[in-house]
T-cell receptor, first 114, second 113 residues
Framework: KAGVTQTPRYLIKTRGQQVTLSCSPI?????VSWYQQTPGQGLQFLFE???????NKGNFPGRFSGRQFSNSRSEMNVSTLELGDSALYLC?????????????FGPGTRLTVT | ELKVEQNPLFLSMQEGKNYTIYCNYS?????LYWYRQDPGKSLESLFV?????AVKQEGRLMASLDTKARLSTLHITAAVHDLSATYFC?????????????FGTGTRLQVTL
């Protein structure tokens, strides 16, 4: 079974630009969560999607948004990039139903904002 | 708001020695995860602990959960160099059907010869 895939793996953007990251969950998984990892703040929850609906959102500004498609693939978008948005962005997929608890992480997208 | 504290932040240990990483959390939860992360890599799931007194072991790693004390431990037995990595605990919290993981700060483990 293929694992969680994320594209692109590496990205360099300039302040003020916007970026879109993509995550394809494990086949059959309906829940996708996004996390940001930085040296200063550690791993922080961004949002969770299940069946195309955002179920939960972390404490991030509105510049961070996401969506999920009918095939469970998810994208997150960051607009008006700031230097502090430089991070490793991880997505995790799970079945998303009660009792099905394993979360599997993708390889991440490393975003550098210059 | 759920807080997860992990200690130590950094651990340097010799091969063959035993040590324990601690994970304290502030509010009740029904799941606790342990992950491993190698430099520049993603998170690898090690254990999921669901109930009070749960103990799981894989190779030289053993994780346990005390929900009353809100404490989980990751015990390393007879460390080997291959265990060098950063270890994170993460606690699940739920709002209705929504859930999220709150991570500890991570423990960077360095096993030396």
């Amino acid at each position: 079974k293929a694992g969680v895939t994320q594209t692109p793996r590496y990205l360099i953007k300039t302040r003020g630009q916007q970026v879109t990251l993509s995550c394809s969950p494990i086949s059959g998984h309906r829940s996708v969560s996004w996390y940001q990892q930085t040296p200063g703040q550690g791993l922080q929850f961004l949002f969770e999607y299940f069946s195309e609906t955002q179920r939960n959102k972390g404490n991030f500004p509105g510049r961070f948004s996401g969506r999920q498609f009918s095939n469970s693939r998810s994208e997150m978008n960051v607009s008006t990039l700031e230097l502090g948005d430089s991070a490793l962005y991880l997505c995790a997929s799970s079945l998303g139903t009660s009792g099905r608890i394993e979360q599997y992480f993708g390889p991440g997208t490393r975003l550098t904002v210059t | 708001e759920l807080k997860v504290e992990q200690n130590p932040l950094f651990l340097s240990m010799q091969e063959g020695k035993n040590y324990t990483i601690y994970c304290n959390y502030s509010t009740t939860s029904d799941r606790l995860y342990w992950y491993r992360q190698d430099p520049g890599k993603s998170l690898e799931s090690l254990f999921v602990l669901l109930s009070n007194g749960a103990v799981k072991q894989e190779g030289r790693l053993m994780a346990s959960l005390d929900t009353k004390a809100r404490l989980s431990t990751l015990h390393i037995t007879a460390a080997v160099h291959d265990l060098s990595a950063t270890y994170f605990c993460a606690v699940a919290s739920h709002t209705g059907t929504a859930s999220k993981l709150t991570f500890g700060t991570g423990t960077r483990l360095q096993v030396t010869l």
